[in-house]
Nanobody
C-alpha cells in the first residue's frame, strides 16, 4: 500500500520556523515530482511548493523567499522548511506525489496524498 506520512506541524509564533517532513512508504517517489499544498477554512486548496525528480524547486508567490522544499540524499523524504511564518500560513499542509516527473502547481495532477498536518501560527 502506498502511503505518504507527514509530520512536523504544530503551533508556532509569528516569525518562527517549522520543518515539515513527508515520508513515503510502499514505494519510492525519488523520480517523481512532489508537492506541498495547504487548505484553510473557506479557501480552496492552495499550492505551496514543489520539487521535481531532477531537483527543480518552485514556489507560490506567497511563500517564495520564506519556504524551501528539499529532498534527502536518496530522494525518499521530502521536506518543507518554513521560515518567518505568518498568520496567513495557518493551514493544514498536505504532501502529494505525481505519477511523473513533470512540474505542476495543480492539485489534480497529483495522484498520492498524505493525511495532512496542522500548522498554526499565532500572531
Amino acid at each position: 500500500q502506498v502511503q505518504l506520512v507527514e509530520s512536523g506541524g504544530g503551533l508556532v509564533q509569528a516569525g518562527g520556523s517549522l520543518r515539515l517532513s513527508c515520508v513515503p512508504s510502499g514505494r519510492t517517489f525519488s523520480q517523481n515530482t512532489m508537492g506541498w499544498f495547504r487548505r484553510t477554512p473557506g479557501k480552496e486548496l492552495q499550492f505551496v511548493a514543489g520539487i521535481s525528480g531532477s531537483g527543480i524547486e518552485y514556489y507560490s508567490e506567497s511563500v517564495k523567499g520564506r519556504f524551501s522544499i528539499s529532498r534527502d540524499n536518496a530522494g525518499n523524504i521530502v521536506y518543507l522548511q518554513m521560515n518567518n511564518l505568518q498568520g496567513e500560513d495557518t493551514a493544514v499542509y498536505y504532501c502529494a506525489a505525481r505519477r511523473n516527473s513533470v512540474v505542476s502547481r495543480n492539485a489534480g495532477d497529483f495522484r498520492y496524498w498524505g493525511q495532512g498536518t496542522q500548522v498554526t501560527v499565532s500572531s
